[in-house]
């Protein structure tokens, strides 16, 4: 699913960024969209971001779905009724759309006149906003697909079958100089499979934090705490170091991930700590225009909605892009 303020991304002489050749190739896997109902947040987001244009922001939220032969129903719904029973919709969708609106998307037996003053609106009046792209079962110069689920995964998280860099990484790099230049709040975020975060080599410096679970209700700073000693935390970092040394090398990936994103906790401890990213308190309180107990009412309280709520609030912090995997 892809929000944007804006359709096109103005990319400067100074920003680092992949080639498109290498880029798609990274990425196609895809960005696969959920049928999420969206909702449009007017206010301006207070964080810096680079990202846009004429001082505009742009936001994408990656969902991985688990969908196969069963997302012609709703996404590239343009098919035979054998595959497709509901057929596609007729009217709503706006221009440009080509990936198929499935029927399913356009119903509103949900929208209730209090979600619609909310700001929310049937799926497939936001097509335009959603980018669906399918799994690939093959690297561009193999002969022949593989169809395996496990090599299709890593696939989608880097591009190819054991790739040195998840999708969020090579983001995360493509937008290094919007941290130096003109800081961003938080970087990219995975909540989901770490692969998306993976980084080896010379991208291990921009491996994204990955997040377990969808809330910040009982963060405590991760070990920051003044009444610590002034050995602990060094204490913490050498057991990390020494876990990292002794582990064999194809397991170190995944530990340096988890080093990676206790740095990160430690940097942006502030913002984590913040009533915003507190998103099952059921506060009344308006948060860049919109309530927590607004945000649940309008997505739900199923674990995907919750990362769907979360990512609009760390949205709002400046964080460009969240990842998250749903079942």
Known sequence: MKQDA?????QTSETPKLSRRKFLKASAAGVIAAGFPSIFIRNEALADNCLGIDGTVRHVLFIRLNGGFRFPVAFNSDVGSAFNPFGTVSNGVPSGVEWGVGSLLARTNFLTEDLSNLGLRPVHESANRITVLPTIDHEPDAPGADGNHTTGLERYLTGYVNGDAGIFTRL???LESCYSDNPL??????MGANGMAR???????YRPPVLSGATFD???GAGIDPDNPPWYMPMVHGADERRLIRAHPAL???IETYMSTREAVQQYTAIFGSDALKIDDNSETPIHG???RELSAVFGNTSESRHTRLALRLFGYGCP???????
């Open 172 to 174: 995360y790099r493509g």
């Open 218 to 220: 009982r963060f405590q």
């Open 199 to 205: 980084g080896l080599g010379h991208w291990a410096p």
């Open 252 to 254: 170190r990936s995944n």
């Open 6 to 10: 804006d359709q096109k991304t103005k």
């Open 290 to 292: 919109i309530s927590n």
């Open 321 to 327: 892009a969240v990842y998250f995997d749903q079942g």
């Open 185 to 190: 709040k938080l970087p990219p975020f995975v």
